[in-house]
């Protein structure tokens, strides 16, 4: 695997590259220097390739569970390319808000918000009605320790979701968490391997499609399941975590050995995009970065850039939580940050004091405890 250093010109570079909304944001007195502002506005411009496909979404999109790490940038970014293809769908975001940095950012983005705790009774009922879902709710942490919540929002939350909008189109976001470790030598699981999750949390996450899919079956519905591995932006995510160790001095833990992963402003074009291929039987995208790297090499390369010592603990495996995207770089094209670039961009933000979410992607996981 090739990397590069961090250089301040390939961030221009690149986001000159996209459309008029990133070569007027260069234009409109931005700094080189990776901030967190610029971070949103890399997550929030959209591709040519994507103004082209939005032109064809019809109706408004609304957003369940956009309150996340992915959301405000998803909504976002899905007004931006409505409007720079002169189009006035419109993009709803729903979510409790607990926190708020999201909330901030999506009003000073004039996004529709509506402040919702989607397990109450009678809530999704009361939400408007919408051609096109996507849907973002779930929960991951704390299932260990109480799992019945986790159930209940990733299985019960779901089959409440099919039935309010049967009618219509939806993407519902699931995780390679669903597929067992395979071999480092293997490409990884695709959309027609066999599900095996591990853990409380993966088996709920089953649960959630499955919902979905017999919302699919029973009212024709046109649904795809996005299976998503590892979005990262620079905030949060497993290069994040992995710079973090390295930067902090602590661990870097070698029992995941391998993982691939995908730039959030990728992660989420592709998810807007799927409201075109959803189907009735639901469709399944597999969605990753085209790279398998090692663990040990990565950290290698932070500790390059930190000008650190690189500390490590466990031992490699020979298998790894490992997903083949192929199907959806056939769809969708190749992701538009490689692998190389998010690993430099990563280590300029945290060189650069960048706010972290402070939640850990805990990728050294293999039993399914979360």
């Avoid at 221009?12 to 234009?27: E, F, P």
């Avoid at 799992?147 to 979701?161: C, D, E, G, I, R």
Wanted: hydrophobic share 40%; aromatic share 8%; charged share 20%.
């Amino acid at each position: 695997m090739c990397f590069i250093q961090p250089t301040h010109r390939s961030f221009m570079k690149w986001l000159r590259s996209r459309t008029n909304h990133g070569k007027d944001a260069c234009k409109s007195g931005y700094t080189s220097m990776l901030t967190e502002a610029k971070l949103d506005l890399m997550l929030t411009t959209p591709s040519a390739r994507m103004i082209e496909d939005v032109k064809k979404i019809k109706g408004d999109i609304i957003i369940l569970g956009a309150g996340g790490k992915m959301g405000p940038t998803l909504a976002i970014l899905a007004k931006n390319a409505f409007e720079a293809a002169g189009c006035s769908n419109r993009v709803i975001a729903v979510s409790r808000f607990s926190d708020p940095f999201a909330m901030k950012l999506l009003n000073n983005n004039k996004i529709e918000c509506i402040s919702c705790d989607m397990m109450e009774h009678g809530a999704v009922d009361r939400l408007p009605d919408c051609e096109n879902v996507i849907y973002m709710a779930g929960k991951k942490f704390g299932t260990s320790a109480n799992s019945a919540p986790t159930w209940a929002m990733n299985a019960w939350l779901p089959a409440l979701v099919a039935e309010r909008y049967q009618k219509s189109n939806i993407v519902v976001f699931s995780s390679a968490n669903i597929y067992r470790f395979c071999p480092i030598s293997y490409c990884g699981a695709d959309e027609n391997a066999s599900v095996e999750p591990v853990g409380e949390y993966a088996q709920s996450v089953l649960a959630r499609e499955k919902m979905f899919e017999y919302g699919s079956m029973t009212y024709g519905t046109k649904t795809l399941m996005y299976r998503l591995s590892y979005a990262c932006d620079m905030r949060y995510g497993v290069l994040h975590d992995i710079a973090q160790h390295v930067l902090n001095d602590e661990p870097v833990g070698l029992d995941p050995t391998a993982f691939a992963c995908i730039w959030q402003g990728d992660a989420n074009e592709i998810a807007i995009r799927s409201l075109l291929h959803v189907s009735n039987p639901a469709a399944k995208l597999v969605v990753t970065g085209p790279e398998c790297v090692s663990i040990r090499k990565t950290a290698l390369k932070f500790g390059e850039l930190f000008n650190k010592k690189v500390i490590f603990t466990g031992e490699e495996q020979p298998t790894a939580l490992l997903a083949d995207a192929s199907k959806c770089c056939q769809i969708m094209g190749y992701p538009s940050v490689s692998m190389a670039q998010m690993i430099a961009w990563q280590a300029e933000y945290l060189l650069g004091g960048g706010r972290t979410l402070n939640k850990p992607t805990h990728y050294e996981e293999r039993k399914g405890d979360y």
